[in-house]
């Protein structure tokens, strides 16, 4: 008895191995298959027959390879995704198993999105935090006793600092507004979310960084105006 | 059957307009080609894959996962803003292969 899930499972391995391994592509080609045996099967032809010639109407592995090959990214496209894969989404794999019974299953529901931003953004709040209350006043102190400057960039923080919260009400202010006014910012709404975690997350990373070396070469000087 | 380069470069062109007229998945996209060629345009059902692939790479079409009637997933394409200009210039530069090759036929007969 032929069985067609199993002749599609092995019709999708023999596909992988001859390099054409992509989920979305292979799951678009079985669509494809399953429709045109559907289809034959129809018409009065036997499941069996209709598999084997659908397979063979969809052409070898090594043709459909190329194929896909040549319209492989190029330069800029490139970054664009690997940037994208940094923030946390990945391109050409829309979510599938989500929730079916959504319009469109490529919209990642509103409290999906907003719940892995806040999570993604709570390590750099406890960074932020952390630096701002304990390392940037200890810092101030290293370089007074050690008569360095601080460096300018310093005073961003301390001002970004003092107004933390105007910052964080406006940046709630302009989503409320963003969801309220504008009907196309669903199709935004993950990626502008995202993309502002990673760079809040890298900036946070940076500024972090920025005063651990201060003190790494304070330190030294302080040891020397103590003698 | 025609020769395959010619299939090669219609494919674009073919996609787009039958996507101008709505958005549709892959096999019923090659059926209909098929079926308005009269089974001439020589395709492997599988070639048209990777044409939509390029298509979606250029910005022209879009897609979309969504459920069949019978519950299979598919995969659908519409047509986006880009895709229409470039169908408007693929239509302008096939008029004017017509236009030289019909002109060339009469003045043959003449």
Known sequence: MFDLERAIAEWREQMRT???????????????????????NEAGVAVEEAFAASVARLGQ???LRSEYAKCELRG?????EAFLLLVGIPTHQPAMNMNPAHSNLNIEPRWTTYTKAAVF???????????????????????????LAMPGAYGMVSFLA???????????ALLALLEWRWNGW???????????????????????????????????MMSHATR | MIRKELVAASAEPLILSLLARGESYGYAIIQEIKTRSGNR????????????????????????????ENGRKRKYYFLKKDGKKALEEHD???????????????????
């Open chain 1, 162 to 172: 003092d107004h933390s919260l105007v910052f964080c009400g406006l940046g709630i």
């Open chain 1, 18 to 40: 001859g390099g054409l391994g992509k989920t979305t592509v292979l799951d678009e080609l079985e669509a494809h298959l399953r429709d045109d045996v559907g289809a034959q």
């Open chain 2, 41 to 68: 345009m020589g395709w492997t059902d599988g070639m048209l894959y990777p044409v939509l692939h390029r298509l979606e790479r250029k910005g022209q079409i879009k897609s979309r996962w969504a459920e069949a």
């Open chain 2, 92 to 110: 302008e530069h096939w008029a004017m292969v017509h236009a030289a090759l019909s002109g060339l036929r009469k003045e043959r007969y003449v």
């Open chain 1, 61 to 63: 592995v090594d043709a």
């Open chain 1, 76 to 80: 800029r496209e490139r970054l664009w």
């Open chain 1, 121 to 147: 953004l709570a390590p750099a709040a406890v960074f932020w935090t952390f630096a701002v209350l304990f390392l940037y006043p200890k810092l101030n102190v290293i370089c007074q006793s050690t008569g």
């Open chain 1, 186 to 220: 669903e199709k935004y709404r993950r990626v502008s979310l995202k993309s502002t975690v990673f760079v809040l997350n890298t900036a946070v990373f940076a500024v972090f960084a920025l005063m651990l070396i201060l003190a790494l070469v304070a330190a030294p």
